[in-house]
């Protein structure tokens, strides 16, 4: 079945440190890519998104994303994260003749000072 | 470009009860998209439009949900006789186009509790 995991449900980090959320799917072909942010009782942020070309994405707040198609994976990394990161973040993808966002089921970062 | 619009932000109503929910998109955007996302999940796709189209519709919008989009701009959500299993957060997003080049562009969308 076509899916997307994100396999930390919770990751904690210093402020300073630096950070990578994990998203890999299943589907037949590449499909377009995106990582969104929910602060608590909010909607979600684009962070940034995959749709051809290099990679390497790059998004909002510093973040970066690259696409590896060999793993099947889209992994969100940040050099050095801040207090205010702290939120939920989603994978999703939309499979090349789709419409509609698959989300992965998030992962939540909490920020240590 | 004003974001994407949900009315209310909060709903509380009684099993049995009839809900509605408006969504107004970005302006100029053809395409409207539904979802739910029920608590430490993701957001689950209801339907989309494209213009006034209902183009798709999920598994999950059961006979008790429908949605609108008659002039092609806002949309509505109505929810009849409510069961405890529709509380979640209902969300709506919109796009300029197709998802291969148009991201999706999300509300802050309407949490719906069931007494």
């Known amino acids: 079945a076509q899916s997307v995991t994100q396999p930390d449900i919770h990751i904690t980090v210093s402020e300073g440190a630096s950070l990578e959320l994990r998203c890999n799917y299943s589907y037949g072909a590449t499909p377009y890519l995106f990582w969104y942010v929910q602060s608590p009782g909010q909607g979600l942020q684009l962070l940034l998104k995959?749709?051809?070309?290099?990679?390497l994405v790059q998004g909002i707040k510093g973040f970066e994303a690259e696409f590896k198609r060999s793993q099947s994976s889209f992994n969100l990394r940040k050099p050095s994260v801040h207090w205010s990161d702290a939120a939920e973040y989603f994978c999703a993808v939309v499979p090349g003749a789709g419409n509609m966002l698959t989300f992965g089921g998030g992962t939540r970062l909490m920020v240590k000072p | 470009d004003t974001g994407v619009s949900q009315d209310p932000r909060h709903k509380i109503t009684k099993r049995g009860q009839n809900v509605t929910f408006r969504c107004d998109p970005i302006s100029e955007h053809n395409r409207l998209y539904w979802y739910r996302q029920t608590l430490g999940q993701g957001p689950e796709f209801l339907t989309y439009?494209?213009?006034?189209?209902?183009?798709?519709k999920s598994r999950l919008l059961s006979d008790r949900f429908s949605a609108e989009r008659p002039k092609g701009s806002f949309s509505t959500l109505e929810i009849q006789r409510t069961e405890q299993g529709d509380s979640a957060m209902y969300l709506c997003?919109?796009?300029?186009?197709?998802?291969?080049?148009?991201?999706?562009?999300f509300g802050d969308g309407t949490r719906l509790s069931i007494l």
């Open positions: 439009f494209q213009n006034e189209a209902q183009l798709e």
């Open positions: 995959y749709f051809s070309g290099d990679t």
């Open positions: 997003a919109s796009s300029l186009g197709h998802p291969s080049n148009q991201p999706q562009h």
